[in-house]
Every structure is written in structure tokens, then in C-alpha cells.
């Protein structure tokens, strides 16, 4: 009689990934920190650069001039500019913003109050940008397959180009226009009420979800040729199920990319898009800040916009190497 004995199980290869996940992260702290203080400066010697006085803007033109060389000193405006950026680094390094030279608030506490209405109205718009280009994307990638849907593709491909192409503003003063002023159905202006996040939202997200449309149809085209997706089909999964199930994981890569960096330029449009509809939030106020020259708010507020976008780029990087080690952390070899 003969005996069977179980084929030897072949040896697993084990991937130290320790020493590069390493790499990536003192990479990617160090790429922030630097990326910051670059920020840092140059907001602090553009808005240096701007023309005119700070403490003429916030006292008003009447002010006496032996009162505006009191604030001036008081402030350390008479200063050379380098003594006040390095008063300005040691300050921010202990988290202090400095002091609004129009409301005499703590610049931390205002941005606090503001940071708020900015965050909900970038994360809503990336949100529906998200809603609808993805299966938008999805489904032209499907019914263009190979040529096919000429007509189609030619259709979305000129309305994304369009619409990917519009300013936010621009499109902002349009929604106003029809939907506040000749229609009188939706609120243009302040933040009350769900109804009144219409149309922002709609302003910041409809250009983003343009782009995004065209970006997950290419690589949707792309998976949908590869050799797995070919065996899935032998199999005679339904199309729905190779779409979803094996196909659209394998393209959210790219898409993960170029989202997040969409998401960054919804933040950064929000600046025009709170001032068309008179949005209580950071980028109304920057705009207010420049015009009166208020220095601690202006830095503060930029800062607080560029950290943002740095951070979502930051936390992109880290999605994309958790989702594909081999691309990202490679490069930290």
C-alpha cells in the first residue's frame, strides 16, 4: 500500500517594510516642516512688501501721528524686518499668531471662529465632486469601451472640458444670478440654514468633479483591458460585478491622487467663493485682512490655508503607500 504524504507547502517570503515606512515618514516630515516655513516667510515678507501702513489703516486717516508712532513702536513696526521676523518665528514656534491689529483679538482665536465655515463648506464640495465623478466616470468608461459610444464620448468629454474650465467665482456670480435673482429659490448670501449651502457648494464642487470624471473614465479604461479583468469575464461575472467589484478598487489610485489634490484647490478656492456669497469663513476674511493691512491676521490665516493643503497632500502620500507599498515607499530606498 502506498502512503500519500502532503506536498510541502512552498515558503512564504517575508517583506520587511520597517526600514522604508521609516524613510517615508522622516520624507514626508521633513518635506512638511520645510514646506511650512517656506510658507511662513513668504507670507510674512509679501505682506511686508505691500504698500502703505498698517497702523494709519486700523487707527483711520484721522488719527493723530503721535499716536500712530505710539502703536507703531508698541507693535515693533519701527523694527528692522528682520528683528521682526525672527520676533514673528518664536512666537508661532510657541503657537501664538500674534494679535489683530483691527480687532485687537488674538489672531487664534478669530481664525477658531471662522475655521468652521471654510471646513464645511471644502469638505461638502469634495464630497459631491466625489458623488458625482466617480460614477459618472464609471459609467462612460463602460458604455465607451473598445470605440464604442461615439457619441457619448464625445458628449463628456466636451461638457467636462466646459465645466472643468469655469472659475468658481465665475460660476458663483452666475448661480446668483439665476437661482437668487430671477429665481428667488435659494439664499445667495451668509450661512443659515441647509439651503443655504447650496449653492457654494455647488460653485466649488462642479469644476473639481469635471476633472475627476475624466481622470477615474482613463483609468477605469485601462483596468478594464487588464489580463484579470479578461479572466472575469470568461467566468461570466456580470458586468456589474467586474465593474465594481474588481474593477473600480484598481482605479482609485490615481483617482486617490488626484483627489487629494483637489481637495487642497477647494480649499484654496474657497477664498473667492466665501466672498460671493458672503460666507462667514476664512477666505471672507483674508480678503477684509488685506485690505486694512492687518499683518497678524493675514499671516495667520495663510498659514492656516497652506497648512491645510499641505496636509491633505501629506495624508494623501500616506493612503497611496498603505494602498501600494511598492510605488511610494520605493522611492524612500
Known amino acids: 500500500m502506498t502512503t500519500l504524504t502532503p506536498a510541502a507547502a512552498p515558503a512564504r517570503r517575508t517583506i520587511h517594510l520597517g526600514g522604508r515606512w521609516t524613510r517615508f515618514a522622516i520624507r514626508q516630515g521633513g518635506r512638511l516642516l520645510v ?11 509679501m505682506i511686508h512688501a505691500v504698500p502703505g501702513d498698517p497702523v494709519r489703516a486700523a487707527l483711520g486717516l484721522t488719527a493723530p501721528a503721535d499716536l500712530v508712532a505710539a502703536k507703531r513702536r508698541e507693535l515693533g513696526l519701527d ?20 494679535i489683530s491689529f483691527v480687532t485687537q483679538l488674538p489672531v487664534r482665536q478669530m481664525i477658531g471662529q471662522r475655521l468652521p465655515a471654510t471646513a464645511e463648506l471644502a469638505v461638502l464640495a469634495f464630497v459631491v465632486a466625489v458623488a458625482i ?11 465607451t469601451r473598445r470605440g464604442r459610444g461615439r457619441r457619448t464620448e464625445l458628449l463628456f468629454a466636451g461638457t467636462s472640458v466646459v465645466l472643468g474650465s469655469i472659475p468658481d467665482f465665475f460660476l458663483g456670480v452666475a448661480l446668483v444670478y439665476v437661482f437668487g435673482v430671477s429665481m428667488h429659490a435659494l439664499p445667495v448670501a451668509g450661512r443659515d440654514g441647509p439651503s443655504s449651502f447650496i449653492l457654494p457648494v455647488v460653485s466649488l464642487a462642479i469644476g473639481p468633479a469635471a476633472v475627476l470624471a475624466r481622470i477615474v473614465r482613463v483609468e477605469m479604461l485601462a483596468v478594464l483591458e487588464t489580463d ?19 474593477a473600480l478598487p484598481n482605479a482609485v489610485t490615481a483617482t486617490l491622487t488626484i483627489g487629494g489634490l483637489l481637495l487642497g484647490s477647494l480649499v484654496a478656492g474657497t477664498v473667492l467663493v466665501e466672498n460671493v456669497f458672503a460666507w462667514p469663513g476664512l477666505g471672507s476674511t483674508i480678503v477684509q485682512s488685506i485690505t486694512a493691512k492687518d499683518f497678524p491676521m493675514v499671516q495667520g490665516t495663510v498659514l492656516v490655508y497652506g497648512a491645510g493643503v499641505l496636509l491633505i497632500n501629506t495624508v494623501v502620500d500616506v493612503a497611496l503607500a498603505l ?7 520605493g522611492e524612500a530606498r
Open 228 to 246: 484579470y479583468i479578461r479572466t472575469a469575464r470568461a467566468k461570466r461575472l456580470t458586468q456589474l460585478r467586474i465593474t465594481l467589484v474588481h
Open 79 to 98: 523694527d528692522p524686518l528682520w528683528q521682526q521676523y525672527l520676533h514673528y518665528l518664536q512666537h508661532l514656534a510657541h503657537g501664538d499668531l500674534g
Open 35 to 45: 514646506s511650512l516655513w517656506v510658507l511662513v516667510t513668504a507670507s510674512f515678507f
Open 323 to 329: 494602498l501600494d507599498p511598492r510605488s511610494t515607499i
Open 133 to 143: 465623478a466617480i460614477p459618472v466616470g464609471v459609467a462612460v468608461a463602460v458604455v
